[in-house]
């Protein structure tokens, strides 16, 4: 089976995916920022898939060096790597954008553009040495071009994405290598909910009413995508969840589907 590593994998969509894959006989090696959440999280899904199968290993995607030593780790470990998922990234909470400090700014460029820059640099290189494998980035909100007031520097680092995803594809064809992209669509996890931390309660109100309607829990999400990344050999391919079809008919019936993921 398949040889994955994943950085930013030790909770939300990149830990869902992590377990998915270990429950589908791929070996994984996840990362983040802080080892001790890293060792955490490895020793939990060790627990659950076997720890032959798990490797954790700090890295900052924004350090070139750490990226380049997460690959080589795990090729080390499991002698290959297959897919590659750039799935780090951190956002803030709705904010003028004038009123960010430049530090915060600079950190979420950092980790999620440069951070995936590097991570598919790394893995291109690999890649083709090693004569095959697949790069995906993890799209989000801002990567169609839809902008939401307050999230300004996530939305334009998510559609930087895109354009980097749609130029890498066309850099690799010819090669044995594909690069594509995973838009999760709306999930419930941390990185979504505190964007509305400190807004008034009636834009928390709203958000949850949206968010009842369109959003998805990890454990519906991740085994879904981490199957169509094993299937997918098309070159250039967005995996989506949350498709134009299924946003229109979850509001033509919602009135009818009583949903609440905050229970």
């Known amino acids: ?3 994955v590593t994943l950085t930013g994998g030790t909770r939300g969509i990149g830990y869902g995916l992590a377990d998915s894959f270990l429950a589908l006989g791929c070996s994984v090696t996840i990362s983040g920022r802080n080892q001790s959440n890293v060792d955490d ?3 939990t899904l060790a627990a659950k898939h076997g720890a032959d199968r798990v490797l954790g290993r ?3 995607v924004a350090q070139a060096d750490q990226v380049q030593a997460l690959w080589d780790a795990a ?3 499991f002698g290959r790597v297959d897919i590659w998922i750039n799935n780090a990234g951190i956002a803030l909470p709705q904010s003028k954008f004038w009123a960010l400090p430049p530090d915060q700014i600079k950190a979420i460029v950092d980790t999620n553009t440069l951070g995936a820059m590097y991570g598919a640099r790394v893995a291109l290189q690999g890649m083709l040495e090693q004569g095959f494998g697949a790069v995906y980035n993890m799209e989000g909100l801002g990567s169609d071009g839809r902008r939401v007031q307050g999230l300004t520097p996530y939305g334009t680092t ?3 994405l895109a354009y980097l995803t749609d130029a890498l594809a066309e850099e690799a064809k010819g090669t044995p290598v594909i690069v594509g992209a995973i838009r999760p669509g709306m999930v419930m996890t941390e990185l979504i909910t505190a964007q509305y931390e400190d807004r008034p309660p009636e834009e928390w109100a709203e ?3 949206i968010f009842n309607i369109l959003a998805d829990r990890v454990e519906t999400v991740t085994p879904w995508l981490a199957q169509k990344v094993l299937d997918n050999r098309k070159n250039g391919a967005r995996i989506s969840w949350l498709t134009p079809g299924k946003v229109i008919g979850r509001f033509l019936t919602a009135k009818f ?3 609440d993921l905050f229970e």
Do not use: F, G, L, T
């Open 1 to 3: 089976m398949k040889v």
């Open 207 to 209: 958000a949850k009413r």
């Open 257 to 259: 589907r009583r949903r």
């Open 75 to 77: 090729k080390e470990r």
């Open 158 to 160: 998510k559609y930087a």
């Open 41 to 43: 999280a490895a020793a």
């Open 58 to 60: 700090a890295c900052d």
